[in-house]
């Protein structure tokens, strides 16, 4: 497994590549300036952009250069920065901060954040449709894409969310499907279409999607656990806040101590999925993995 | 040209050939039922069908079955739906009715709302990347949707809308531009969208692409001109109700007379855009142009 410290250098060195890159991804286009700003407010909000890194990083370890896939990569994060924006709506989680600065709809509007977010999402689909990498692989990939964040992925999770916050109890089975659901499904994707644009075998995406789909669930875990025991400065909003909002959680199903256990479960179940791959993006992934969980933000 | 009767059987039959296909889009698939009934309950609310029904037109003029287009064209019906749902939200146009029904975000609640509309948007792109037909055809008919319905099509009409709503003064020019984006972006590609999947060369996409442009501008005077001289029984929601909120209207802008006749105008231009095409496709497609601007709803 690489180092932490070489592991975290190229975490940040691929989420500046990212960040460069949506930062003109608007330009020369015929954007209402408001809408425009808003949109980029949210991309540029910060990040670790560990959605397009594992996507980069899967298509990288099945043989493709990290420039050929960072516009599908990047589109990824847009996708991610529109459901951060919805979410974040007053009829939603009325979520006022978000990384520590004012929600998408308290710096606009709420009309302009809802047209954000809508703009972000069918921007990404543009972006992704205009990879120059072969048609039926990218086709493929989108539509993987789609599948992840739509009402059968992330957007259901939204709504189950929405359904289940506040409510008296809810099964560990049940706190998993919403998770797999609204933070699993594109977290997956985004593994699964980096390996699909560099022509991955079926038997390679299966591993890659079971990498995926469990650092997914550590993943969530250990955002639960941060909401608990990071301070404020650090995780950008209120400590505490999943509780105060009637959020179901891992450590309010489970405990701290039993959540800790199962996310680090879970690290090694990814782990354990890329046995068949080698050399240095291998080992990224490995190192990306461990670090999910053991993060401080 | 097609006489009009047997014009409006056709626009009727493929109309309802997108519905019975809308109407079971979502079996099978592991949707929230409360999202699976909202986004359904927007789907099945009626409309002409125009987008779909261009699409499956010009793909059939350019020689592809209906039924080979029929699940990409129900796609492009399910982006118009997310944007009339979103439209509709007390932080947009606060519109209560739609055709004649409590809208959305009334029927079920706010946050649904916005959920059914993202969960349409994603759908529709995953329900265009299924297509069976030749990927680098879809994936270029895909892309050209995006950039319609995105921040500088569909959703950036809709930013500029919001923007002049209720401020004074408004150019012929802009108008036309916000309109272009808002309304005639889509309904563009619509056209256009077909024509790709059917393998149009470059020459007769350029001539669809002019009709639907041009059936775009003279669809959104009609809509205009119908809000000022319909009842409220035939449109489904109250007469009259763009003056109120202060929208920009063609009507507003050159009086009833004046825009009437730019609307024909238009649909002459778009007519004529298809001179280099026959048979009963580019039959249907001339009397559905005139049918833009002569309908009572």
Redesign the interface.
Known sequence: MMPVPRMKELLRERGQMVESYLATC?DG????Q???DS?QYSLQAGGKRLRPVLCLSTAAMCGLPLQDTLPFASAIEMIHT?SLV?DD?P??DDDDLRRGKPSNHKAF????A??A???????A??MM??SPLA??R???A??EL??A????GM??G???D??FTGKADIALEELKGIHAMKTGALLRASCVCGAMLAGASDEELAAIGSYGAALGVAFQIADDILDVVADTATLGKPVGSDVVQGKKTYPALLGLEKSRALAQDQAEVAKAALAAFSGPEAEFLLALAEYTVNRAA
């Open positions: 608007f286009r015929p954007i209402p408001r809408l425009k949109m529109y919805h709506l009829a939603m509007d709420e009309a302009t809802i047209l977010g809508d703009g972000l999402l069918t921007d689909f543009l449709c205009r048609p039926p990218v086709l493929r989108v539509g789609a599948l964040a739509g009402s059968s957007v259901g939204q709504e189950w929405m359904i």
